[in-house]
């Protein structure tokens, strides 16, 4: 009876040991790590606003070594291309709503990579009734690094 005690007392300290650490350890996240190289070249507080319509829907890799994400070139009310990154296709999947030839607003800022212009999307919103938000406005912290209950809190405010 004795040695059920240690043993279950030792099994909850390793399970409770095992999830702070689990919960500590930061996963993977490709190079879109919010800390990282890549997120620091977004600057919210030099957000600024696109209209255009979407040419094509791609993957990028922004930077060598990142794993891919999903982008879009718009044409803009100049007739200027503009590459759009959005998002890690881990966490954004294949479909993002929206698709060649519609008009879309997107929100951002601009960034330099490889001697390259690309905007890096906070917000999306096509038409009246869609948006996909990726990114907070206040201080461009990425959907994607936030934890569960984090992302939850900020979907039920919209």
């Not at 919010?34 to 977004?42: I, P, Q």
């Not at 096509?126 to 900020?154: I, Q, S, Y």
């Amino acid at each position: 009876m004795f040695t059920n005690r240690i043993f279950f007392a030792v099994s909850c300290c390793f399970f409770l040991l095992a999830g702070v650490t689990a919960y500590a350890a930061p996963k993977d996240m490709g190079g879109w790590e919010e800390d990282g190289a890549y997120n620091k070249l977004y600057q919210a507080a030099e957000l600024d606003k696109l209209k255009g319509h979407v040419q094509k829907i791609i993957e990028v890799v922004p930077i060598k070594g990142m794993s891919p994400g999903v982008g879009l070139i718009m044409k803009d009310g100049d007739g200027d291309k503009v590459v759009v990154h959005i998002g890690p296709k881990w966490f954004l999947g294949d479909a993002i709503g929206v698709k060649r030839g519609q008009k879309i607003k997107v929100k951002g800022s601009w960034a330099e990579i490889d001697g390259k212009d690309v905007f890096m999307a906070s917000k999306i919103k096509k038409g009246d009734f869609f948006e996909l938000k990726v990114r907070l406005t206040k201080n461009g912290k990425p959907f994607w690094t936030m934890d569960p209950e984090e992302l939850a809190r900020e979907r039920a405010s919209n």
